[in-house]
């Protein structure tokens, strides 16, 4: 835990909707009870500890159920840290929409509920989970970002005790309307800029060839007006 909570206190800044074991209470191992958690805009931090003591006979399932809030998304699941005493070992982590939890834990997770489903291991600090998620879907295979609603996720281990740390990054969804008005400003401004040096461009170029006057079109019919100017 002192792992995790280093990597996040360096990186990050505790915020309001962060869910943390040491501080909250341990996560519900219970398939038909996950722990509720409502995510919030931004950065949401995960920091728990699960796993299997074997000389205890004791095992630690973390299953949580989080809400994305209406009008918004979830666009990434990051892994903060992750410390097992085997630093070649790897823990599973499974993602199912909706709540309760609908498969077992340890040993017997079928799989059939599952969106989907990855290891996480020592040197995956910093990497997005949910596209490896993706990458282990069930058909059909969820698309990125997910939107508003409530998910389900395990972390498990079976040999040993882990402790790891994940933060939910949640945004708001651009609202239709303010999309359509993006793209009439962004189509004014390009209009407005082709216009502006077109204008300049024409401005360059000699007088006789911006006038569309035939008696304009010579050097001696120019003199002629400027002179003719210059006399009044
Ligand atoms: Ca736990």
Request: charged share 15%; hydrophobic share 45%; net charge negative.
């Amino acid at each position: 835990m002192a792992v995790a909570l280093l990597a996040w206190a360096a990186g990050n800044a505790a915020g309001a909707s962060d869910y943390d074991e040491s501080i909250l209470g341990d996560l519900s191992g219970i398939p038909a009870a996950p722990t509720p958690w409502s995510l919030e805009a931004g950065a949401n931090a995960l920091i728990g500890s699960a796993g299997t003591n074997a000389a205890a006979g004791t095992a630690d399932f973390d299953l949580v159920s989080f809400e994305v809030p209406a009008g918004h998304r979830l666009d990434s699941i990051t892994l903060i840290s992750y410390a097992n005493p085997d630093i070649f070992a790897m823990s599973f982590t499974g993602l199912q929409a909706g709540t309760p939890w609908l498969d077992s834990v340890g040993f017997d997770i079928a799989g059939y509920w599952l969106m989907g489903w990855t290891h996480i291991q020592t040197p995956m600090a910093g990497v997005d989970l949910l596209p490896l998620i993706q990458q282990h879907a069930n058909d059909p295979a969820f698309a990125i970002p997910l939107p508003a609603g409530v998910y389900t996720m395990l972390f498990e281990d079976v040999d040993t005790i882990i402790n790891y740390a994940v933060r939910y990054n949640v945004s708001a969804v651009p609202e239709p309307g303010s999309m359509g008005l993006l793209a009439t400003l962004t189509t004014v401004v390009a209009t407005f800029g082709r216009r502006q040096r077109r204008e300049r461009s024409h401005s360059l170029l000699p007088r006789y060839a911006r006038s569309a006057d035939p008696a304009c079109c010579t050097h001696r019919s120019i003199a002629a007006a400027e002179s003719s100017r210059n006399r009044r």
